[in-house]
């Protein structure tokens, strides 16, 4: 994918933007025509509907709940290198991640994430959620299609939530996350939602402690009792829209309105590696954030299956204070 010159951010913005909110967006940078072949590619390769739903007694015969995302060698975004070629080598993305990660920096994890719309949900599911605040639908996927990552509305949460343990060759706390619009994205298509400067307390528990107050704003109030009030911002965007953030930075999304169609982006985990030793603007993001940056358990919401144990979703619910 080609950027279009006219939106490049410089690296300064990026990083300010970084220390500041959290966040970068860098908008509709990337080209459009090549964003929307891959999306149109990736539905016509696959047949999404209803169907990729496991029965209500499969799912009893044989919960499972982890190992049920994407992973090498079974990652649908994997059949699609051609597409993604151009976009992996953008110099102007390269530069700034470079320059924010090192030059080292790896891509630790890339794949689809697909928002389903409502009148897919079986029935029998979607009283299920009624009990319980399920945010990623892997488990109730038949197994063939678990090569991408599913949600129906996503609490407001930090992507270190993904990472608990780390690979020996990862940083702790030192990626990214890169999420790119392959079609747009309006305010009925599950936008992203984010609380900008919600990273400046570092790593917290999920779920996290959340009240939406009457002038719609959000309160956060960390681990420690820290408070911070921020204004939510929706991430709408055009085809081959892009947008940065740090690892403690909260975000979620809402339900599809849209009866019938889904959303499908791609989300990159970019990762300073522990061989470069080479100063970067993630240490300059990192040294002012105000708590941990890493915690060795990140969620308090599953029990030792896996399976959701809390039923508050923040972003769903609206609640006013």
């Keep these: 994918m080609i950027s279009i010159n006219a939106n490049k951010s410089s690296y300064e913005t990026v990083l300010d933007n970084l220390k500041n909110d959290g966040i970068h967006q860098f908008g509709s940078i990337l080209d459009r025509a090549t964003a929307a072949n891959l999306y149109r590619t990736a539905i016509r390769?696959?047949?999404?509907?209803?169907?990729?739903?496991?029965?209500e007694g499969a799912y009893r015969a044989s919960p499972q709940h982890f190992g049920v995302n994407p992973k090498p060698g079974f990652n649908y975004l994997e059949q699609f290198s051609k597409e993604l070629a151009s976009l992996e080598k953008d110099a102007y993305l390269i530069g700034i991640i470079e320059r924010l990660l090192g030059?080292?920096?790896?891509?630790?994890?890339?794949?689809?994430v697909c928002g389903i719309p409502?009148?897919?949900?079986?029935?029998?599911?979607?009283?299920?959620m009624q009990e319980a605040s399920i945010n990623n639908l892997g488990a109730y996927m038949r197994p063939e299609y678990r090569d991408?990552?599913?949600?129906?509305?996503?609490?407001?949460h930090q992507d270190i939530i993904d990472w608990p343990s780390w690979p020996q060759d990862m940083k702790t706390h030192e990626f990214v996350t890169l999420y790119l619009y392959i079609h747009d994205v309006s305010a009925q298509d599950a936008p992203l939602i984010v609380l900008p400067r919600t990273h400046i307390y570092?790593?917290?528990?999920?779920?996290?402690?959340?009240?939406?107050l009457e002038s719609g704003m959000w309160k956060y109030t960390d681990d420690r009792d820290n408070t911070i009030e921020s204004k939510p911002v929706v991430l709408t965007g055009e085809t081959g829209y892009a947008a940065i953030w740090h690892p403690c930075f909260l975000h979620g999304t809402q339900y599809i309105s849209d009866a019938t169609?889904?959303?499908?982006?791609?989300?990159?985990?970019l990762s300073r590696s522990k061989n470069t030793s080479e100063d970067a603007g993630i240490d300059e993001v990192n040294a002012l954030i105000e708590g941990p940056l890493y915690l060795p358990n990140t969620r308090k919401d599953l029990d030792q299956s896996g399976k959701v144990i809390m039923n508050k979703n923040h972003i769903v619910e609206q609640s006013t204070e």
């Design 118 to 128: 409502d009148s897919w949900i079986p029935d029998w599911l979607r009283k299920k």
């Design 45 to 55: 390769k696959r047949d999404f509907g209803p169907h990729m739903f496991l029965s």
């Design 148 to 156: 991408i990552t599913y949600f129906h509305g996503i609490d407001f």
């Design 202 to 212: 570092g790593a917290n528990y999920f779920p996290h402690r959340l009240t939406r």
């Design 261 to 269: 169609n889904m959303r499908l982006s791609l989300r990159y985990i």
């Design 103 to 112: 030059a080292g920096y790896w891509v630790h994890n890339k794949k689809f």
